[in-house]
């Protein structure tokens, strides 16, 4: 196969894992950065140049788009998809998981459990939208943050009404969740690959802190998951169509709840933890997937 990965910086761990493992496997790849492609779109014919020439001959592209480069990043994916490239995670399912008030929407109305979230605009109904969630501590964040960041703890309610209007002075989107104080600052990250759990890591948070992201520093070990926890991780990877997801769980007493849905889960942490060859996972799938669609095509003819 000939595989891309769209990827901003080729010294990344996850993109050179991925460079390396495809390579292991015979494969052709090479890292684009998104923002230095660009595109023609026209009703006779889609194609994309990258520094200057073509991007042609594509089997399969692997996106690795931050949450900077979002907007660009999935239309240039999107341009592949058009050129009929396979994706593990398409466009729209990344716009999907970026969003975390549409992500909470799609996975409630498949009835998966999460924590419970409100979401409101006006200062006036800041008391009210308070009263729906219940007694504090809230977790308030940042509706498009990522590795912890735009995330604060309000163990009041007066701390969680300041919150709300310095963000909402900031004219930022945010949501306010219950606080799970049972996961006592742990959580689980579940690395879905076509529709299986491959690995899974339990992160643990720092002395105070109450979130468990290794880039805040908490720390991760290998963790075993229940029947119910691996069924509702590949379940919430499924809603937001993606073939490749980190679900993040919350043990809660009520079972597990899905926290996040991310698009492009680094593969550092969980290979270090789990010692499970992730990439590989991964290029495998695309295999599947590609070596599956050419020998359709071949029975169709």
């Given at each position: 196969m000939k595989i891309a990965i769209l990827s901003r910086n080729t010294r990344l761990y996850s993109t050179q894992r991925l460079v390396d493992a495809a390579r292991a496997r015979g494969h052709v790849v090479r890292v684009l950065d998104p923002l230095r492609c660009y595109v023609r779109i026209a009703p006779d014919s889609v194609a994309i140049r990258y520094k200057g020439k073509p991007v042609r001959d594509l089997d399969a592209a692997i996106p690795r788009i931050g949450t900077?480069?979002?907007?660009?990043?999935?239309?240039?994916?999107?341009?592949?998809?058009?050129?009929?490239?396979?994706?593990?995670?398409?466009?729209?399912?990344?716009?999907?998981?970026?969003?975390?008030?549409?992500?909470l929407q799609i996975l409630a109305a498949q009835g998966i459990a999460m924590p419970v979230t409100v979401f409101g605009d006006?200062?006036?109904?800041?008391?009210d939208l308070l009263a729906m969630l219940g007694e504090p501590p809230h977790v308030i964040k940042l509706n498009e943050g990522s590795q912890g960041t735009g995330v604060v703890l309000a163990e009041k309610r007066s701390a969680s009404q300041s919150v709300i209007e310095a963000f909402r002075g900031l004219y930022a989107n945010f949501l306010v969740q219950e606080f799970i104080a049972e996961a006592k600052g742990c959580d689980l990250r579940c690395f879905v690959v076509g529709g299986k759990v491959?690995?899974?890591m339990q992160r643990?948070?720092?002395?105070?802190?109450?979130?468990?992201n290794l880039h805040r520093g908490g720390s991760a070990t290998a963790v075993k998951l229940s029947a119910a926890e691996r069924r509702i991780a590949v379940r919430a990877a499924a809603a937001m169509?993606?073939?490749?997801?980190?679900v993040d769980l919350l043990r809660s007493d009520r079972g597990p709840l899905v926290l996040e849905?991310?698009?492009s889960p680094g593969l550092e942490g969980i290979e270090a933890a789990t010692g499970v060859d992730v990439a590989d996972a991964i290029i495998a799938l695309l295999e599947d997937q590609v070596g599956g669609a050419r020998r359709g095509g071949a029975n169709a003819r």
């Open positions: 900077q480069s979002t907007f660009y990043g999935t239309a240039v994916l999107r341009q592949l998809e058009m050129m009929g490239v396979y994706t593990p995670n398409s466009s729209d399912a990344v716009l999907r998981a970026r969003d975390k008030l549409r992500s006006n200062p006036d109904d800041t008391e491959v690995a899974a643990e948070a720092s002395a105070g802190e109450f979130r468990a169509g993606l073939g490749i997801a980190g849905v991310n698009a």
